[in-house]
T-cell receptor
């Protein structure tokens, strides 16, 4: 089955700097890669996703890159702000109704003032 | 539009007791998932309903866990009898048929279960 590894487990960056979280996956059949943000007391919320037919996707300060050959995908947050502090989860899925989302272990991101 | 709602938000029970968690998915979503996160670890899949049918229950830890989705609307997850290792946050998520809108899954706020 699919296995998703996520690094680092904790990340502290100065406000205004960039943050990068990296993930790898094992199942070459996975073709949908969502990223979730979980704030304290809330459930995971989808912030961006990428499908295997593209290599990069951007939404304002957030971007995701995908390298299918290497089975790597990454989340990039630029110009970080205090409200970016949260736990971020990467995930992989085969994008059909029979498949569940497999999550990484999460990265706790701290934005330092 | 109301999101995925879960009840209760917190539950503290003693080992050996029974607890029932409830999830109300977004109206019209056929797919309903249960996940669990044990502290510091990944969010792990438990099972997947398509309408009222169990599509995949490969993640259910053991037969102390029973999930139902009568009528294809809300779902319950019962743990009986509860053990210490069942402690964690239980998330429910729902999504529409991926043929129509992709696989975006919306999560509830979770139920924090503590077994003492």
């Amino acid at each position: 089955g699919e296995n998703v590894e996520q690094h680092p487990s904790t990340l502290s960056v100065q406000e205004g700097d960039s943050a990068v979280i990296k993930c790898t996956y094992s199942d070459s059949a996975s073709n949908y890669f969502p990223w979730y943000k979980q704030e304290l007391g809330k459930g995971p919320q989808l912030i961006i996703d990428i499908r295997s037919n593209v290599g990069e996707k951007k939404d304002q300060r957030i971007a995701v890159t995908l390298n299918k050959t290497a089975k790597h995908f990454s989340l990039h947050i630029t110009e970080t702000q205090p409200e970016d502090s949260a736990v971020y989860f990467c995930a992989a899925n085969r994008a059909n109704r029979d498949d569940k989302i497999i999550f990484g272990k999460g990265t706790r991101l701290h934005i330092l003032p | 539009e109301a999101g995925v709602t879960q009840f209760p938000s917190h539950s503290v029970i003693e080992k050996g007791q029974t607890v029932t968690l409830r999830c109300d998915p977004i109206s019209g979503h056929d797919n309903l998932y249960w996940y669990r996160r044990v502290m510091g670890k990944e969010i792990k899949f438990l099972l997947h309903f398509v309408k009222e049918s169990k599509q995949d229950e490969s993640g259910m830890p053991n037969n102390r866990f029973l999930a139902e989705r009568t009528g294809g609307t809300y779902s319950t997850l019962k743990v009986q009898p509860a053990e210490l290792e069942d402690s964690g946050v239980y998330f429910c998520a729902s999504s529409q048929d991926p043929d129509s809108r992709g696989t975006e899954a919306f999560f509830g706020q979770g139920t924090r279960l503590t077994v003492v």
